[in-house]
């Protein structure tokens, strides 16, 4: 297989460089990582490479792992994991625990109780410490940040009712039940944010 046959997903090639930018000084000391719907591994294979001291462990469902673990064949680092099943709402969980949980454009993709599977699958395995990473479009207050995202947000919902974009506000009461606090919301390129979860310290 050559460079041109894996899969490619042309928002991930143009994401994946803000993202690290945002995330990479977030991540300074060694950690365990899990990415949950990694896709092509665009962002996996980029960001291990750039980030050697953390220990990625890419998942998605099992119907997107062929692709996905062609491109980690061909070009992940070493820092990188074989690919594993992972689809919230059926799979178990890779053995945590880990330090950091990293999605990006899953949140509006998964029906609501897809996102209520991956925060009570991320309670499982996130360490005492722990932070989750979480990238996409996101409504603040139950209003659209733009024009793109309300179009957006309209054409997922006329492909699939149960998918959307989410309340910002949603999500920190959603996470909230888990001992998990916003702690950071960054803007980012083409209104995306950045939502960083910590779990709080008298968590058990």
């Known amino acids: 297989?050559?460079?041109?046959?894996?899969?490619?997903?042309?928002?991930?090639?143009?994401?994946?460089?803000?993202?690290?930018?945002?995330?990479?000084?977030?991540?300074?000391?060694?950690?365990?990582?899990?990415e949950i719907g990694a896709g092509t591994g665009q962002h996996a294979v980029y960001m291990a490479a750039a980030l050697p001291h953390i220990d990625w462990w890419p998942?998605?469902?099992?119907?997107?792992?062929?692709?996905?673990q062609a491109r980690l064949d061909f070009e992940a680092p070493a820092n990188v994991h074989a690919a594993q099943a992972l689809d919230v709402l059926a799979d178990p969980w890779p053995e945590g625990p880990f330090d950091i949980v990293y999605s990006a454009n899953t949140a509006h993709i998964m029906p609501w109780a897809g996102v209520e599977a991956m925060a009570a699958g991320i309670d499982n395995v996130l360490a005492s410490d722990g932070r989750f990473f979480l990238y996409g479009p996101f409504n603040i207050d139950g209003a659209y940040t733009s024009d793109g995202n309300r179009d957006f947000d309209r054409d997922l919902r006329r492909r699939d009712p149960n998918m959307g974009i989410r309340d910002v506000e949603a999500l920190e009461t959603l996470l909230g039940g888990y001992q998990m606090a916003l702690t950071e919301r960054l803007p980012m390129p083409a209104n995306n944010q950045l939502l960083v979860f910590s779990r709080l310290r008298n968590s058990s």
């Open 1 to 34: 297989m050559s460079h041109a046959d894996l899969p490619f997903a042309p928002a991930s090639e143009r994401n994946r460089v803000p993202i690290l930018d945002a995330v990479g000084p977030r991540l300074g000391a060694p950690a365990r990582l899990l």
């Open 59 to 68: 998942t998605d469902r099992s119907d997107a792992l062929p692709g996905l």
